[in-house]
């Protein structure tokens, strides 16, 4: 599963608003992220080609396939691959190395882990 930066933008808009029309995606994008209504029907189409979006009519009406959290963790599989050599370890560790965090977000952390 891969989703292009502006695919993630078009998924964005429709999980926050779904079921939505094209036209009202259309008219979202052109507000939200400057794209014309040609780029929107575009990246949509590759959407719906994917099978990440559905389209039912009338109205070309779209509503979502996929969720955010399936994506979210299909990327980050991927950057654990392509980065890390697969290693959740090396990730986590990459990503706290340069961050700050509180005591109450190293708590949560570590939360997380135990119910794991």
């Known amino acids: 599963m891969k989703v292009f930066d502006s695919e993630l933008k078009l998924m964005d808009i429709i999980w926050s608003r779904e079921p939505i029309s ?3 995606i259309s008219l979202i994008a052109a507000g939200e992220i400057g794209w014309n209504k040609n780029t929107t029907y575009t990246v949509l189409k590759k959407l719906i080609d994917k099978g990440y979006v559905e389209r039912t009519d009338p109205g070309f009406v779209c509503t979502s396939r ?3 959290s399936e994506i979210q963790k299909s990327e980050v599989k991927g950057l654990a ?3 890390f050599a697969g290693s959740k370890k090396a990730l986590f560790s990459a990503l706290l ?3 700050t965090l509180s ?3 190293i708590s ?3 939360a997380l882990i135990d119910r794991r």
């Open 81 to 83: 691959e392509k980065l």
């Open 66 to 68: 996929i969720s955010r």
């Open 108 to 110: 949560e952390l570590r």
């Open 22 to 24: 094209a036209k009202e």
């Open 97 to 99: 190395e340069d961050e």
């Open 103 to 105: 005591d109450d977000e």
